[in-house]
């Protein structure tokens, strides 16, 4: 497991911490590659009863490293931040995140995909995909208007606007804003109260919560495609490298 991604069992619970806090734990491809392996190794061992997910340092994620984004080429289907958000789609093992300070880009989508969300009160949500000239991923304009409704999707996915735990916790997209002295123990303790109970019930509780896998991984198939296409385009890149020399 790469040393940006520490995976460690805690009895039944496989914790997966993201460790690259020098970058805000930004996801590069190595850090995706390991997260689509402890996802794997929790589906391959029937004794890991919850996953559970963090950020070191000061943020949970800035999101994916832009950098990858400059370099990537090919189908969308091999970019290992395409695999990741299909891999946790398609998850069996339930998931739950404590959130603090940014959750940027997938940091926020990836967390619709979650089972249950704490957050600090220093957290804040930002999809900003349209402001780089991009649509969004991870099912995310499917599950986010189903989640919080059109109107506030609308205002978040196409606006690029932040919202902050107290307002996610509003929408329904974290469980409860906990201090954040508290928030690993609080967010661990609900892993461990679903790693115990029986699996089998688990799994069919989650499947009937979520509903259709299929239409989920199809929009995720979707936006990936129409991501890739937009890697290409000159404005993409242009608004991309803009950030970058706005940040030396």
Known sequence: MSAKVIARRDGAVLRVLLNRPDKKNALDREMYEALIGALAEAHADHSVGAIFISGAGDAFTAGNDLKDFLSASGPAGDFPAQRFVRSLAANE???????????VGVGTTMLFHCDLVYAAPDARFKTPFVDFGLPPEAAYSLLAPQRIGLAKASQYILLCESFDAREAHRLGVVNAVVEAGD???VAFD?????????????AAARRLLRGDRAEILARIDEEGELFASRLGDQEVRARLEAFFGARR
């Open 93 to 103: 093992t339930p998931v739950v995140a404590a959130v603090h300070g940014d959750a």
């Open 183 to 185: 928030l690993e123990r």
């Open 190 to 202: 609900a892993a461990q109260r679903l790693a115990q109970k029986p699996r089998e019930a688990v």
